[in-house]
Nanobody, 127 residues
C-alpha cells in the first residue's frame, strides 16, 4: 500500500489543523493504521492508531483529548484532527499502516510494527 499525507503547515498555538493520509494499492480496511511524529533531534513517537478491526482508537497521553484519529474506508483515507495545538506539537507527522492484527496491543504504539509509511508532512506551531 502507498500512503500520502497532506494538510500540514503552520498554525498558531491554540489553533486546529487536519491531516489526511490517502492510501492506494490495497484494500485499506485490512490495515491497522497509525500516526507518528518526529520532532527535530528526537525519535519518532506514537500519536494515535486504529487496529484493522474494531473502532477503538488509541492515543499518546500527550495528545489525548486534543487529537482525534479517524478513517474512511470508502475513501481509503485516514485523518488526524488536531485541536488546541501547542508549540511542542511541532514535528513531521507520518501515517503508517500494517496488516498485523496487533494481537499484542502494546505493539500498536511501536514504529517498528508498521511496514508501510508515508513521506511525512510538517506541522509547525508557533506561540
Amino acid at each position: 500500500v502507498q500512503l500520502v499525507e497532506s494538510g500540514g503547515g503552520g498554525a498558531q498555538a491554540g489553533a486546529s489543523l487536519r491531516l489526511s493520509c490517502a492510501a492506494s494499492g490495497h484494500t485499506f480496511n485490512r490495515y491497522g493504521v497509525a500516526w507518528f511524529r518526529q520532532a527535530p533531534g528526537k525519535e519518532r513517537e506514537f500519536v494515535a492508531a486504529f487496529r484493522s478491526t474494531g473502532s477503538t482508537a488509541y492515543y499518546a497521553d500527550s495528545v489525548k483529548g486534543r487529537f482525534t484519529i479517524s478513517r474512511d474506508n470508502t475513501k481509503n483515507t485516514m485523518y488526524l484532527q488536531m485541536n488546541s495545538l501547542k508549540p511542542e506539537d511541532t514535528a513531521v507527522y507520518f501515517c503508517a499502516a500494517d496488516t498485523s492484527p496487533f494481537a499484542i496491543l502494546s505493539s500498536i504504539r511501536s514504529a517498528s510494527s508498521y511496514d508501510y509509511w508515508g513521506q511525512g508532512t510538517l506541522v509547525t506551531v508557533s506561540s
